[in-house]
């Protein structure tokens, strides 16, 4: 396999993969401490650095804390009670900080740089330009954006919008950073508009975990509380990466282990933040101080499974047979019958006992890569606990069969009724902070017809009742010419999606693309025919509308809806924000047609929280229940052992083995995160829990998988995926010797997303796979 022998030309080749040039990599030992005085420093600097010492700091002092404003990054729960002065990881520091910033990405950034010329710009470049500051546009054969009023803009939208011949051809996609105000506009006007194209971030993440839940336990949440932590005596952490990914979970797991839990990690990597955390907040405290900075740390993981790539379901279910063969010997003391018998289905729980009993071990073994010794002994401690908790996230939910092995943790809980009661329960982990909070506002393709009714009955319309795109469905729909408009509310949909030169297609075939932002990412510069920047003001902006200082609410990952005051004065006046922005759209798009008090809604938006409270379930009052002391939670049934699936019961689920086929040469990919970078958005280039610095464009091999193929440490290779007789190609990434399962290799994404295979999907939640990517690695020329 050799390199484009025509590379790139940045004067006129518009890249939509970010560019292949290496950085410098720098190597060191991975550390085993997570956190500790390092994020400390890490956290202060990058917002002194971007924002400056007094904005910098009001900033991460209003960062989660009551009367301020919610984190935009990952959705882990604040405290009900007593909040830290500094209620914040480093890497919501740095999510907080890239949006203070003072640096602008006005008309003039875009005037001396022409859209092939920023293509070239490697991603942290893009971010690091600043908050987009007033609306742009990119006429067709243009080179440039150039400045265009607020309502030439929203002109343009509803010119475009209305010349299509159905609205199914329009595309709506939304962030998960967006507010529960803005969603629920944002849906109301889509679906008055009349199609139900609302494709989302969810799509790519926890969409398997809501089919997986929505069918065994009746709600497509998790079902515990912070709080349950601190009650737990095992915690599974499954497929998920907290140190990075979700750090204030840390400190949920610190107290855990003070309080006696067990923690077992699943997962093909050992993480950092799995092994020991040294606490941030200890640093405020005289008598913790010291530990803090000179200490071990916290020991987290009492038992590492190392788990292969999809190797997931055979672990599980050898945790379940080795809970039933247990209970073969011991009749009544592991299986928890009277919880079988009360909430699920008998006939069920007999049918998965006989499919356990009869399961290979063999099999097991070799699919998961763990021992049955392992998974006799990991039982063990499972069958001695009453009170348990499994938290995952992507590492899961991006496989072909992530809903059926979702369904095999479940089944896990159900037979030891460690479901709905303090210490236990289900917490899929969701890694944007409002996403959840978004699908209960109506962002689906596929709403209830319930919700359907209620938003009719609210506004007065016949809502369309046809299931809409997901966003695997849009940009095959795109890329087809069934769809000429994009709108994407926040986010980077070109770089969170897979296949990306699919994806790239399909938003160049559009007459329209447009993009509500709050600063320059790749999508802007993969465009329709003509392509509009719209400059939305971010969580940390004061939102000010004609009813005076406005706020928004959110929903984080255990169901707690909370408000979000912005603190800092915007960098422009300019800026809209995201209620405002759907209002403007609305109004040029619909006209007459609509039923709606836009420009009332904008003023107040109180006014929007008075229909949510008659639109959207749990929600009654819910103006005056935002406002209370950290909020207030959302029903959840399953968490009362109210199973709130068709009949009323929980249910139990066969799930049979999906061995991965690999011929010789190939491995298994997974796309993963660096430390320095949330979601598509990147702050630096260093992963410095994994011991990578100023680089990312790396791949993680096992040592003797190294061997095989011939290559030494940091020898450029090019990576080849394999799909159905089908080859997509990225070029130039550093070998790096990992401790990883054999036949398992893992990248950063979005880098590797142009591997992912656009119909390469998870069964049932069509989410992409994107950590089950067949590779071949090939020596660069």
């Avoid at 202060?44 to 900033?59: D, H, K, P, S």
Wanted: glycine content about 8%; proline content about 7%.
């Amino acid at each position: 396999m050799s390199q484009n022998p025509n590379p790139p030309d940045p004067t006129t080749d518009i890249l939509a993969q970010p560019p292949a040039a290496l950085t410098g990599l720098r190597l060191s030992a991975a550390p085993t401490v997570a956190a500790g005085l390092e994020a400390v420093l890490q956290s202060v600097r990058f917002a002194w650095r971007e924002a400056g010492l007094q904005r910098g700091t009001r900033a991460l002092l209003q960062l989660n804390q009551a009367g301020g404003f919610d984190c935009s990054s990952c959705a882990w729960p604040d405290p009900d009670d007593h909040r830290s002065v500094a209620e914040f990881c480093e890497n919501g520091a740095k999510a907080t900080a890239s949006e203070a910033t003072t640096q602008r990405a006005d008309a003039a950034v875009f005037a001396r740089h022409s859209v092939a010329e920023l293509s070239h710009f490697s991603d942290k470049d893009l971010n690091d330009l600043g908050r987009l500051t007033e609306p742009l546009v990119l006429h067709p054969g243009a080179t440039h954006y150039a400045p265009i009023g607020w309502p030439e803009a929203f002109e343009l939208i509803g010119r475009e919008l209305n010349a299509l011949a159905s609205p199914d051809e329009a595309v709506f996609y939304t962030s998960g950073r967006t507010s529960n105000e803005a969603a629920f506009l944002y849906q109301l006007f889509v679906r008055q508009f009349g199609t139900n194209n609302l494709p989302d971030c969810s799509n790519m993440c926890h969409e398997s975990s809501g089919a997986a839940l929505s069918g065994t336990i009746g709600i497509g949440k998790g079902t515990v509380k912070l709080e349950d932590f601190y009650q737990a005596e095992v915690i599974l952490i499954v497929g998920q990466n907290p140190g990075t990914n979700h750090p204030r979970m840390l400190s949920a797991l610190q107290q855990a282990k003070q309080n006696g839990a067990t923690i077992i990690t699943i997962n093909p990597l050992f993480e950092a933040g799995l092994n020991h955390f040294r606490n941030p907040q200890d640093f405020l405290s005289p008598t913790q101080v010291a530990g803090a900075l000179f200490g071990p740390g916290t020991a987290l993981t009492d038992v590492f499974l190392q788990v292969k790539i999809n190797g997931d379901l055979p672990a599980f279910k050898g945790l379940a047979k080795a809970l039933l063969e247990a209970e073969e010997l011991n009749p009544g003391q592991v299986v928890d019958h009277a919880f079988i018998g009360q909430y699920a289905v008998e006939s069920e729980y007999a049918a998965l006992r006989q499919h356990l009993l009869e399961a290979s071990w063999a099999d097991i073994e070799a699919q998961s890569g763990l021992t049955q010794t392992q998974l006799r002994e990991t039982a063990g401690r499972l069958a001695r606990a009453e009170r348990i908790i499994t938290c995952w996230a992507m590492g899961l939910t991006q496989h072909k069969n992530s809903v059926a092995t979702i369904q095999e943790v479940v089944n896990l809980h159900l037979l030891r009724g460690a479901i709905g009661k303090p210490g236990a329960g289900l917490c899929p982990v969701r890694g944007h902070s409002n996403v959840q909070g978004d699908r209960t506002m109506g962002i689906w393709e596929n709403m209830p017809p319930a919700f359907l009714d209620a938003l009719g009955w609210e506004f007065k319309f016949e809502p369309p009742r046809k299931p809409g795109f997901d966003t695997v469905k849009a940009i095959e729909a795109m890329r087809d010419g069934r769809a000429g408009v994009f709108v994407g509310m926040g986010g980077n949909f070109l770089s969170a999606t897979p296949d990306t030169e699919a994806t790239a297609e399909g938003l160049r075939r559009c007459r329209l693309t447009v993009q509500v932002s709050t600063k320059p990412n790749r999508g802007h510069l993969v465009t329709g025919r003509t392509a509009l920047i719209l400059p939305a003001l971010a969580r940390t902006d004061v939102d000010r509308q004609r009813g005076g200082e406005q706020v928004v609410t959110t929903e984080n990952s255990m169901g707690v809806v909370q408000t979000s005051r912005g603190q800092l004065v915007p960098l422009s006046e300019h800026m809209l924000s995201e209620p405002a922005i759907v209002a403007g759209m609305a109004l040029a798009t619909l006209g007459e047609r609509t039923t709606v008090d836009w420009v009332g809604l904008i003023e107040d938006y109180d006014r929007i929280r008075h229909h949510i409270s008659r639109v959207v379930p749990g929600c009654r009052h819910y103006a005056q229940e935002v406002r209370r002391p950290g909020g207030f939670y959302l029903p959840n049934g399953p968490r009362e052992r109210r199973f709130t699936t068709d009949d009323g019961r929980a249910h139990l689920t066969v799930n049979p083995l999906q061995p991965v086929a690999l011929l010789p040469g190939q491995l298994l990919m997974m796309t993963i995160r660096s430390h320095d970078q949330f979601n598509t958005t990147v702050y630096g280039l260093d992963d410095r829990y994994r011991g990578v610095r100023q680089e990312r464009r790396v791949v993680f091999l096992h040592p003797q998988d190294m061997a095989e193929r011939g290559l030494q440490p940091r020898q450029p290779v090019d990576l080849v995926s394999h799909f159905e007789g089908e080859q997509r190609r990225a070029e130039r990434f550093l070998a790096i010797p990992y401790d990883l399962p054999r036949g398992c290799c893992a990248t950063y994404f979005p880098e590797t997303n142009v591997l992912v295979p656009l119909r390469a999907v998870a069964e049932r939640s069509n989410t992409p796979a994107s950590k089950s990517v067949v590779v071949t690695v090939h020596p660069s020329a």
